[in-house]
């Protein structure tokens, strides 16, 4: 790709690699809705645009199971 082109979508490896989380932790969001992707042939995509929403958003806190 040149230098002038924008890139507009990156694979489910390369949206993990950009959050600072596991391929996994992208397919569970993309799963539940919470991180738009889209299909393209036998592949799935990540727009750009969607990870700059994704992180815009304010997120719910994970609930921490502690050992009793």
Known sequence: ???????????????ARLLG???????????ANRLTSRRIGRRRVITVSALDDFL???H?????????
């Open 1 to 15: 790709m040149g230098k002038d082109q924008k890139v507009l979508a990156v694979s489910m490896e390369e949206a």
């Open 21 to 31: 989380v596991s391929p996994r932790t992208v397919a569970n969001l993309a799963r």
């Open 56 to 58: 815009r958003k304010d």
């Open 60 to 68: 719910p806190a994970q609930k921490v199971h502690a050992a009793v």
